[in-house]
């Protein structure tokens, strides 16, 4: 498959026709930076996550079960073989993918995704292994979680300055009804609605929050969340984010804290979806994390990039969050741990599922098209002040 794109390079542009064309030709204003929206590569199906590897290539994944190559702003026909097999109904699929640390001399990559189980199930597992030339080899599964449900796979992944690798998994639609002090994602004896902490070949980290309770799961580093779409993490600082999909009115933003429990269900801001009656009996309880962000109305969070950059040095240490439903882009200035600055911007480009910095210093956005329609990658790029009035 071949799709008109601009190029990764800059020396080189290719403009889609049509809208898409007017579009990265208008200068959209925010209180820091101007920018475009610009065209990267069109024609994917339902991309999930990107990485960017050394030399210039793109990788992307598919939800369908397709790791894909964009190069030089072309998406490449053949997609990597090597990568296992997904369960691709409803939400599950082929999801996160980042590099190893060490990429530039191991050529290890991480997949997250849905795996089938018996019995028509799934649960979230991450594998690793090697890339080269449109290959994966010497994969292996590095997590497998212990969840069933249907959808709220979670499934982001990061690795910190230590090389600890972070997972989240979702609490897979489990009905918040009930005795919601009983339900999954407050047990430590499952993976619902948890961030786990792995070494890079999935051992068992010895300093994790539960590793000396017999009654844990010793990977899990926090618990209590819903379905964490969005993770970033400074590893200046060590501090890890999370935007997690909440209930009608209830996305959050969170920080992360080992062996905090953050409420869901028990707490939270949201009601049930349509008909807005109450989930929860109360919005704080002692021994429960507060957001230190909420969405209402709910823009479906997904994806979330911390910014470390030089094409929009005003950004530099903000937070990007995407939107599904809300079709956005959420800026979050953060300072003593509080959200200080909200903008929105890329407002109404379609479904943000994924965002990220790419090593030009561009923000680049996944757009994700629900009924599987080709869709695109785009990015933004800075105008200087002086182009507002050309």
């Keep these: 498959m071949r799709a008109l794109a601009r190029t990764l390079l800059p020396c080189a542009l290719l403009l889609f026709a049509g809208a898409a064309s007017a579009q990265s030709q208008e200068v959209r204003h925010s209180t820091y930076h101007d920018y475009r929206i610009v065209p990267v590569v069109d024609g994917l199906v339902r991309p999930w996550s990107m990485a960017f590897l050394p030399g210039g290539d793109m990788l992307v994944t598919e ?3 397709r790791l894909r190559v964009v190069r030089e702003g072309r998406l490449l026909e053949q997609p990597v ?14 999801l996160d993918v ?11 990559l991480y997949l997250s995704y849905s795996k089938p189980l018996e019995d028509e199930e799934s649960t979230t597992a991450v594998i690793r292994g090697r890339y080269s030339n449109g290959a994966l080899s010497d994969v292996e599964e590095v997590f497998v979680a212990q969840s069933r449900g249907r959808g709220h796979y979670g499934s982001r992944l990061a690795f910190d300055e230590q090389g600890y690798l972070f997972i989240s998994v979702g609490d897979r639609q489990v009905p918040p009804t009930g005795d919601l002090a009983a339900h999954p994602a407050q047990q430590l004896s499952d993976h619902h609605g948890v961030i786990v902490r792995l070494h890079d070949d999935g051992r068992i980290p010895a300093d994790n929050p539960f590793v000396q309770d017999a009654k844990a799961l010793p990977e899990i580093w926090s618990y209590g969340h819903r379905n964490p ?4 993490l400074d590893r200046a600082s060590g501090t890890l984010w999370i935007t997690e999909h909440g209930p009608q009115g209830g996305d959050e ?22 008909v807005g009656t109450t989930i929860h009996a109360t919005t704080h309880a002692d021994g429960m994390e507060q957001p230190l962000k909420i969405w209402v109305p709910s823009i479906a969070t ?24 809300g079709q956005q882009l959420t800026l979050l200035g953060m300072e003593d741990g509080k959200v200080v600055h909200e903008e929105t911007l890329a407002r109404d480009i379609g479904r943000l599922r994924d965002v990220r910095t790419g090593p030009d210093g561009y923000l680049y956005l996944a757009l994700d098209d629900r009924g599987a329609k080709p869709s695109a990658i785009v990015r933004l790029e800075p105008v200087p002040i002086a182009q507002r009035f050309e």
């Design 63 to 65: 939800q369908p079960g």
């Design 81 to 94: 073989s090597g990568v296992p097999e997904v369960f691709y109904e409803g939400q599950g699929g082929l």
């Design 98 to 108: 980042v590099l190893h640390p060490d990429f530039a001399s191991n050529r290890l």
């Design 229 to 232: 779409q969005g993770m970033a």
């Design 253 to 274: 933003l969170n920080r992360i804290t080992p062996g905090a429990n953050y409420g869901w269900p028990v707490i939270g801001y949201g009601v049930n979806y349509g």
């Design 302 to 325: 997904s994806g979330l990039a911390l910014y470390r950059g030089s094409a929009f040095p005003n950004w530099d240490g903000y937070l990007f969050a995407g939107g599904l439903s």
